[in-house]
């Protein structure tokens, strides 16, 4: 009997997997997302070499049905290094900066197209779309960049041009629907920031008008007198 309740468990767990996926979750990155087949990990944030404190860190998903080249990266950064040779101020600085230091330099490189869209619903994005050759093989990529809560995010599909448009739908699918969050780290720090008892102090209204513009929200600004 516990044998065939413990046979039922993992049946129901392995469709369960197959029908909604595994949900996967990087707090230090502020990521989560559903995986799904042929989807599979083959490296996330833990004991990565591709992560490091600064934070820079590469998780790949390869395609579980394919030995050719099939996998879904996403590469997040953030840092004062990272910060410094970036200085992106909005999503498309960080777009230029990225093809500049990545992509400017392919000699093959032939651009299929590249377009402003969202991730999720609502979160801003750009894509692009190109091919080049890797020992004789074409091999097609598909490339988005945004930023969420501070982190730089590139999120890619790349596979061998034969088989690209076969898991394309699958692979936009997974990509479209990763949620952003607070990274658990940045959150703890912020909760537990101690701040001063003019920033914490329940105002009143009056308090409110003795405040310095740059603690004023907008409409108060514009109507207080200069």
Request: hydrophobic share 35%; net charge negative.
């Given at each position: 009997m516990i044998f065939l309740s413990i046979?039922?468990?993992?049946?129901?767990h392995y469709v369960y997997a197959e029908v909604y996926g595994?949900?996967?979750?990087?707090?230090?990155?502020?990521?989560?997302f559903d995986v799904q087949p042929p989807w599979?990990?083959?490296?996330?944030?833990?004991?990565?070499?591709?992560?490091?404190?600064?934070?820079?860190?590469?998780?790949?998903?390869?395609?579980?049905?394919?030995?050719q080249l099939n996998t879904i990266t996403v590469l997040a950064e953030r840092g004062k290094e990272f910060e410094t040779k970036c200085q992106c101020d909005s999503l498309i600085n960080y777009v230029q900066f990225d093809y500049n230091r990545t992509y400017?330099?392919?000699?093959?490189?032939?651009?299929?197209?590249?377009?402003e869209t969202n991730l999720n619903g609502d979160k801003p994005a750009w894509q692009m779309e190109y091919t080049n050759s890797n020992n004789n093989k074409s091999i097609n990529h598909l490339i988005l960049w945004t930023i969420s809560n501070g982190m730089f995010y590139k999120i890619s599909y790349h596979g061998n041009t034969n088989i690209y448009p076969t898991y394309l739908h699958s692979a936009k699918e997974l990509i479209k629907n990763i949620q952003f969050f607070v990274p658990i780290k940045d959150s703890e720090i912020h909760s537990n920031k101690k701040l001063p008892s003019f920033i914490t102090t329940n105002n009143t209204k009056e308090?409110?008008?003795?405040?310095?513009?740059?603690?004023?929200?907008t409409k108060e600004s514009k109507d207080s007198p200069p």
């Open positions: 046979i039922t468990i993992f049946f129901i595994i949900e996967y979750t990087e707090n230090d990155l502020g990521i989560k599979n990990f083959t490296s996330n944030s833990e004991n990565n070499k591709f992560c490091d404190n600064e934070v820079k860190c590469l998780i790949t998903l390869d395609n579980t049905l394919e030995n400017s330099s392919i000699n093959d490189f032939s651009l299929i197209g590249d377009n308090q409110i008008k003795k405040q310095p513009s740059f603690m004023m929200d």
